[in-house]
């Protein structure tokens, strides 16, 4: 069973920065897709950022698009860089896998596999 643990989370003033890390028990994360979801109160899980299998495509939501960075090592570790926070990025934060079988990235929460516990993200005004 693919185990994926999430750390980094916290308190942040608006404008300040995050860095979330994902590690998956696997010797090797690059047969898997990656991806960072997240879920506010009273809200649906929502897409953030996904990898394909060696990180050479990429993609955001439009939120996320040019204030977060989605990174992956050659080994088993994800990360979530995330800039300019706003108040509405206040949500817990989930990694995700799903084996890989093309290039692809996926944005769609069904489509993986595997999840971590989440790790919650505060940014205050």
């Known amino acids: 069973q693919v185990q994926l643990v999430e750390s980094g989370g916290g308190l942040v003033q608006a404008g300040g920065s995050l860095r979330l890390s994902c590690l998956v028990s696997?010797?090797?994360?690059?047969?898997?897709?990656m991806g960072w979801f997240r879920q506010a109160p009273g809200k649906e899980r929502e897409f953030v950022a996904a990898?394909?299998?060696?990180?050479?495509?990429t993609g955001y939501s439009e939120f996320a698009k040019g204030r977060f960075t989605i990174s992956r090592d050659v080994w088993n570790t994800v990360d979530l860089q995330m800039n300019s926070l706003k108040p509405e990025d206040t949500a817990v934060y989930y990694c995700a896998a799903k084996r890989a079988y093309n290039s692809r990235w996926y944005n769609v929460s069904a489509e993986y596999s595997y999840w971590g516990q989440g790790t919650q993200v505060t940014v205050s005004s």
């Open positions: 696997e010797h090797t994360i690059s047969t898997y897709v």
């Open positions: 990898s394909s299998w060696n990180g050479g495509s």
